[in-house]
């Protein structure tokens, strides 16, 4: 009987250490919520994540949350989150005010949320990983200005508004203008980072300012790219404007290498993945060491820091004649 006892507890005490080491095997629960999965960016941005390497090591697990441009739906997927046991969560809102509610949510559920390219006016995130648009507005803004020469009309495409990237570049674009008197503003409305919708507009402006606008400064491409379509449409020649966008989407790198417009990239391998980095060392503590190769090719710009820093800014790349097609042969 006594032997009977000491085997029966050397059994119960294997199988409990084999349920610590499966339990310890358990990969690492991400959620990502995302404002919108239509266009190429953010499609852009969630498959970069699902490259990272601890995603397809299976270190980590990856849930990708398409917010459908509503910052209700949005709202209903930190609930999720919480309501799943997620370890981390990584957000892209869109409305950088409605957000704040479902972070502070998920944070007192203990789950650190880490923002990524669009910010939440919030200071309860655990970090944020994207890039100053701010810089990126003036970089637009000054993309089109100086082929202007300074001089003459401009219109203006923003995205959806209160989206922090809306906010920023459009405090970028009004700090450019301010310095040139010279150039006027016809128009400015939000065409919602849709093509379709740029199209549409700038349809309605070209014959409401039939042969006065020199210039299309639009807050991403997709609505620079609706803007040219709309040219075209109209029988204009594309080369008679100055048009710019910002995110460097595949279909904008054509552009550019046609020389229809001017482009600046944001990166969002770089944004996804070294948000989703600093996530995990969030739930891993310090002896989590990044895996995505961004750090490296990004190291004398934006340090790790031992990923404990509120503020990690990716930086941009104006697309040109030299870099467009070293970048198009990326989306292959």
Not at 159 to 176: E, F, H, K, L, Y
Not at 200 to 228: C, F
Request: negative net charge; contains cysteine.
């Amino acid at each position: 009987m006594k032997t009977a006892n000491v085997l029966g507890g050397a059994l119960l005490a294997a199988s409990l250490t084999m349920t610590s080491v499966a339990a310890l095997a358990e990969p690492i629960k991400v959620s990502a919520a995302v404002y919108g999965l239509r266009a190429e960016f953010m499609q852009l941005w969630s498959n970069a994540l699902k490259d990272h390497p601890a995603v397809k090591n299976g270190t980590v697990n990856i849930t990708i949350f398409d917010g459908r441009y509503d910052a209700m739906v949005q709202d209903s997927q930190f609930d999720t989150t919480i309501t799943q046991q997620f370890d981390a969560m990584l957000l892209v809102p869109i409305d950088s005010n409605a957000c704040a509610a479902g972070v502070a949510r998920a944070v007192a559920a203990g789950i650190p949320v880490v923002g990524s390219n669009a910010r939440c006016n919030t200071d309860q995130l655990a970090a944020f990983v994207g890039s100053d648009d701010v810089k990126g507005g003036e970089m637009v803004a000054n993309a089109v200005l100086s082929k202007i020469g300074y001089k003459g009309n401009v219109v203006i495409l923003e995205g959806p508004i209160g989206q922090s990237g809306q906010i920023d570049r459009a405090q970028g674009i009004t700090n450019v203008l301010a310095k040139h008197p010279d150039v006027k503003v016809l128009e400015m409305r939000t065409a919602n980072w849709s093509r379709s919708e740029a199209l549409s507009l700038m349809e309605n402006w070209l014959a409401a300012h039939r042969g006065k606008i020199d210039g299309i400064i639009g807050q991403n491409d997709e609505m620079a790219l609706g803007a040219i379509e709309a040219v075209k449409q109209a029988g204009l020649d594309v080369n008679d404007f100055a048009i710019a966008g910002i995110d460097g989407v595949t279909d904008a790198l054509q552009a550019v290498k046609a020389n229809e417009m001017e482009s600046v990239l944001q990166d969002a391998r770089a944004q996804a993945q070294g948000a989703l980095d600093v996530a995990i060392r969030q739930v891993k503590g310090e002896s989590y060491r990044p895996q995505s190769t961004i750090w490296k090719q990004y190291a004398d710009k934006m340090a790790w820091d031992d990923g404990m820093k509120k503020e990690y800014n990716v930086p941009w790349t104006p697309v040109t004649q030299s870099n467009v097609d070293e970048l198009l042969s990326g989306r292959k």
